[in-house]
Nanobody
Framework: QVQLKESGGGLVQAGGSLRLSCAAS????????MGWYRQAPGKPRELVARITYGGITDYADSVKGRFTISRDNAKNTVYLQMNSLKAEDTGVYYCNLVSRVANSWGQGTQVTVSS
């Protein structure tokens, strides 16, 4: 079992910044991909960014150049630095960890960007 705990969400004005963190605990298989997904009201959950254990990253087109994903493998923690936030970035942000033996989700953290 892998547990994921997100933090860092909140309310911010358009153009502002937020940093999300997600700490993983439990039975973590070393080779994994950690990522962030988001879900806006009435819309399906979508990938925001993900990063492999080795540091290879992948971003949704809508956040490229504004968001940066990183991870600290020693702490089993992934971060999402969000800059130049827009109203359309509003949603619940979920942390995800995928490995050969797990596909785990956090409980989500709300990000609200006011225009």
């Amino acid at each position: 079992q892998v547990q994921l705990k997100e933090s860092g969400g909140g309310l911010v004005q358009a153009g502002g910044s937020l940093r999300l963190s997600c700490a993983a605990s439990g039975s973590i298989f070393t080779i994994n991909i950690m990522g962030w997904y988001r879900q806006a009201p009435g819309k399906p959950r979508e990938l925001v960014a993900r990063i492999t254990y080795g540091g290879i990253t992948d971003y949704a087109d809508s956040v490229k150049g504004r968001f940066t994903i990183s991870r600290d493998n020693a702490k089993n923690t992934v971060y999402l630095q969000m800059n130049s936030l827009k109203a359309e970035d509003t949603g619940v942000y979920y942390c995800n960890l995928v490995s050969r033996v797990a596909n785990s989700w956090g409980q989500g953290t709300q990000v609200t960007v006011s225009s």
